[in-house]
């Protein structure tokens, strides 16, 4: 049985679809992976407070995953209105990781 500590040692976006047996298109994981796994973050860090049962965190991570790929697959883009008003406004609103110098004013990566 799956254990949250096992949970938290994950790495890589594919060892979280394997540890929740979750099959998974790798194509779409190698073209929207930092995107998804910002996403996944940003939604179980919502949640995860409020679960203190460790079956009930476990399916809350598990569903959590399911919809981010959920939405991934079925073509969801969340950075597409970042991307036009990058373009519109001539600004570079990119995430963090992607910025300069720690601020968030990037955009190489296209969010």
Sequence with gaps: MATVEEFYKLT???????????????????????HMM???????????GNITEES???DFLKFSLLRVYG???NGHAPSAADVWNMYETGKLNGCSSCGTSGTSQGGSCGC
């Excluded at 394997?18 to 190698?30: C, H, R, S, T, Y």
């Design 38 to 48: 910002k996403e996944y973050g940003t939604l179980i860090r919502k949640g995860i």
């Design 71 to 73: 939405d991934y697959k």
């Design 56 to 58: 009930k965190l476990l």
């Design 12 to 34: 890589d976006t594919e060892d979280y679809f394997k540890f929740f047996n979750i099959e998974f298109d790798q194509a779409l994981i190698n073209v929207k992976r930092f």
